[in-house]
T-cell receptor
Framework: QKEVEQNSGPLSVPEGAIASLNCTYS??????FFWYRQYSGKSPELIMS????GDKEDGRFTAQLNKASQYVSLLIRDSQPSDSATYLC????????????FGKGTKLSVIP | DARVTQTPRHKVTEMGQEVTMRCQPI?????VFWYRQTMMQGLELLAY????????DSGMPKDRFSAEMPDATLATLKIQPSEPRDSAVYFC????????????FGPGTRLTVT
């Protein structure tokens, strides 16, 4: 059974700081990794995808993947109060499967 | 502005009643997913379709849940009979099988079974 583990938080960071969100997974066959942001009472929104080891940057967001250690992280630079949300880590196994497995999410609070 | 739509947005019903939730995927998307989200379990995949054909419904309680896609613009999730433990937010998501892992979520149906 695939498992995706995240610290539930809340993770509190001051405005302007770097927020670091981490995720570990059990399935070594996983080939694709995603971060979704979910505001309270809203639906998940895809913000980052990463498929190969290393870093991928998109604006203030950087996703990091280390398949050997089975972890993926999300860094948010210059955190803003609008970044306060729950961040869901998810992974796909590829190989023709359309199924994503989600972690339970880390709640981030950016303090003004 | 292409979005996944879901109806109803909120549903309160009594135990034993039938519940039907509807989803309209983004036009042109050929994969549709049903998820359930609770505080305890997080986001769980219930079933998914590709080109209207069910590919996997192993996440659903078979005795009471059913999912169908009568046409490319409509997916339904039914619960009969409903139970209090079914109370959750049910999300539909759609995607393209060429971008298989990118799923776009609808606003969800918040179901309360009393």
């Amino acid at each position: 059974q695939k498992e995706v583990e995240q610290n539930s938080g809340p993770l509190s960071v001051p405005e302007g700081a770097i927020a670091s969100l981490n995720c570990t997974y059990s399935d070594r066959g996983s080939q694709s990794f995603f971060w979704y942001r979910q505001y309270s009472g809203k639906s998940p929104e895809l913000i980052m995808s990463i498929y190969s080891n290393g870093d991928k940057e998109d604006g203030r967001f950087t996703a990091q993947l280390n398949k050997a250690s089975q972890y993926v992280s999300l860094l948010i630079r210059d955190s803003q109060p609008s970044d306060s949300a729950t961040y869901l880590c998810s992974l796909g196994s590829g190989a023709g499967s359309y199924q994503l497995t989600f972690g339970k999410g880390t709640k981030l609070s950016v303090i003004p | 502005d292409a979005r996944v739509t879901q109806t109803p947005r909120h549903k309160v019903t009594e135990m034993g009643q039938e519940v039907t939730m509807r989803c309209q995927p983004i036009l042109g998307h050929n994969t549709v997913f049903w998820y359930r989200q609770t505080m305890m379990q997080g986001l769980e995949l219930l079933a998914y379709f590709r080109n209207r054909a069910p590919l996997d419904d192993s996440g659903m309680p078979k005795d009471r849940f059913s999912a169908e896609m009568p046409d490319a613009t409509l997916a339904t999730l039914k619960i009969q009979p409903s139970e209090p433990r079914d109370s959750a937010v049910y999300f539909c998501a759609s995607g393209l099988d060429l971008a298989v892992d990118e799923q776009y979520f609808g606003p969800g149906t918040r179901l309360t079974v009393t």
